[in-house]
């Protein structure tokens, strides 16, 4: 799903530059991740929902909510990090490293690929609990050891900078 995604953004979105109609395009695939997985859900317009409504309604099912939103956010951070992407082309600026691993980090292999190695073997992970001191998203320690902190800056899409 991912690798044709990316793809499909880049043929419709990234070359034209049209951020409107990419953020558009990425808005609507939300109904197509529901968290109850009963949920009826909009005729796909496009390959890339009639793809997301697949991989929800043979993935989601069985699991809990609490796996249900962790592999929704993961799939929403995947998907809108095309605009990141498609911010910086527009703009002909390349990120520097810290920016691009610390983007990968949330979008890349470990969130979302967990989910699906979670569904593949049939086992929930279960995430710490808020206030433990460690991210409930990814499970690193935590750089704000506050109660009310549940995920990190790799997680949550604020920046790593000090400051921000």
């Avoid at 929902?49 to 962790?70: F, K, M, N, Y």
């Avoid at 190695?117 to 086992?123: L, Q, R, S, Y």
């Avoid at 460690?134 to 790593?160: D, E, L, N, V």
Wanted: aromatic share 8%; with cysteine.
């Amino acid at each position: 799903m991912g690798v044709f995604f990316d793809d499909w953004f880049l043929d419709r979105f990234k070359r034209t530059g049209d951020r409107a109609a990419g953020r558009a395009a990425l808005e609507r695939l939300a109904p197509f991740m529901p968290a109850d997985p009963n949920a009826p859900m909009p005729e796909p317009a496009n390959p890339v929902e009639a793809g997301l409504a697949d991989l929800w309604r043979r993935t989601v099912p069985g699991h809990s909510q609490d796996w249900i939103g962790r592999f929704t956010l993961s799939t929403r951070n995947l998907l809108h990090e095309s605009l990141w992407e498609l911010d910086n082309i527009n703009i002909g600026r390349v990120s520097n490293p810290m920016e691009y691993v610390e983007q990968r980090r949330k979008v890349g292999g470990a969130p979302w690929s967990a989910g699906i190695v979670e569904h593949a073997v049939g086992v929930e992970v279960p995430r710490p609990s808020p206030g433990s001191g460690r991210c409930a998203s990814c499970g690193t320690a935590s750089p704000t050891r506050s109660t009310s902190a549940t995920t990190c800056s790799r997680t949550s899409g604020r920046s790593g900078r000090r400051g921000s």
